[in-house]
């Protein structure tokens, strides 16, 4: 009998609030680190979104937050093609803007988390 209770006081303990807390808060840390270290990962590789505007000297490619232009082209169809290529390299976003000022088209060469169904 007393072999039983000693067997017993070990899966008693095995099982008690505090040990079982600690093992289940020790794995949500470690799911936290793991997220935010694949989330860091992430961020290092993508790239800055690339936006075609107007410009004095014609059309700029413009990454995001840069007060400076990437490239300047006398065409639109020329900066769209550079910020095409840029977008791709980055896996980024290609925002157009038109003719009247009005941001008229936006095209996503990244990664897709919520791909479109169909």
């Known amino acids: 009998m007393e ?4 067997g017993a ?4 303990y095995f099982f008690s609030l505090p040990n079982f807390l ?5 794995g949500l840390v470690a799911q936290y680190r793991y997220k935010l270290e694949r989330k ?7 790239g800055k979104n690339q ?9 700029a490619v413009k990454g995001a937050g840069n007060e400076k232009a990437t490239r300047v082209t006398s065409t639109q169809k020329e900066a769209i093609n550079v910020g095409k290529t840029i977008a791709k390299n980055q896996g980024t976003e290609l925002t157009i803007q038109g003719m009247d000022g ?6 996503s060469y990244g990664k897709d988390n919520y791909p479109p169904k169909g």
């Open 3 to 6: 072999g039983f209770l000693f």
């Open 9 to 12: 006081s070990k899966i008693f």
């Open 22 to 26: 600690s093992t289940f808060l020790l």
């Open 40 to 46: 860091s990962q992430n961020q290092k590789i993508m």
């Open 51 to 59: 936006f075609v505007v107007k410009h004095p000297n014609g059309w």
């Open 102 to 107: 009005k941001f008229r088209q936006k095209d």
